[in-house]
């Protein structure tokens, strides 16, 4: 299958910074990026939808002014937690798709903010 | 809509069978199946996307049924590995791309 691979993995800070997750398709070319969010034991929760050169689309209760998502190009999006709290501590899982076929999971970022 | 799973959890021995199903109330374009294992990302396992298809990947095969907006992952001659939580993604026929995922299925294979 496709890779997708996510930077970093784990990232700890302190409540109040901002945080830049990438996310990468690595051996195609995605149409279409999707950022997710899991909480333990739970099922993933899609934030947005990201298409190469245009503005993501949120899910309803997802606020776009702290989860800026940025989709530079065919192969990059990145999602920039700003001012984040001890509740946006969680598992961000990025995916890649290309026409409606299957979707490639990246790694994951595991986020915990003190 | 989330679609809805079952069972919630299933404990096999190794060699055992195991279906699990996925339902959803609204019309589908496709599922899609995933296998999640504890702390990484999931797994893409199959697309389904036409009514009545079956797709199969060695031991591990999945039906779609559009009218009844239903699929079921099979599992037969169950291996260890396969343990993990397995998660169906439903894609409605709106055409967003986007998928819901259930709340997934917790598989154990024990030796």
């Known amino acids: 299958g496709a890779v997708v691979s996510q930077h970093p993995s784990r990232v700890i800070c302190k409540s109040g910074t901002s945080v830049k997750i990438e996310c990468r398709s690595l051996d195609f070319q995605a149409t279409t990026m999707f950022w997710y969010r899991q909480f333990p034991k739970k099922s993933l929760m899609l934030m947005a939808t990201s298409n190469e050169g245009s503005k993501a689309t949120y899910e309803q209760g997802v606020e776009k002014d702290k989860f800026l998502i940025n989709h530079a190009s065919l192969t990059l999006s990145t999602l920039t937690v700003t001012s984040a709290h001890p509740e946006d501590s969680s598992f961000y899982i990025c995916?890649?798709?290309?026409?409606?076929?299957?979707?490639?999971f990246g790694p994951g970022t595991r986020l915990t903010v003190t | 809509q989330q679609p809805v799973q079952s069972p919630q959890a299933v404990i096999l021995r190794e060699g055992e069978d195991a279906v699990i199903n996925c339902s959803s109330s609204k019309a589908l374009y496709s599922v899609h199946w995933y296998r999640q294992k504890h702390g990484e990302a999931p797994v893409f396992l199959m697309i389904?996307?036409?009514?009545?298809e079956q797709k199969g990947h060695e031991k591990i095969s999945a039906s779609f049924n559009e009218k009844k907006q239903q699929s079921s992952l099979y599992l037969t001659a169950s291996q260890l590995s396969y343990s993990g939580t397995y998660f169906c993604?439903?894609?409605?026929?709106?055409?967003?791309?986007?998928?819901?995922f259930g709340k997934g299925t917790k598989l154990t294979v024990n030796p």
């Open positions: 995916s890649s798709s290309v026409l409606r076929n299957e979707q490639y």
């Open positions: 993604g439903t894609e409605d026929q709106g055409g967003s791309e986007k998928l819901v």
């Open positions: 389904l996307l036409k009514g009545g």
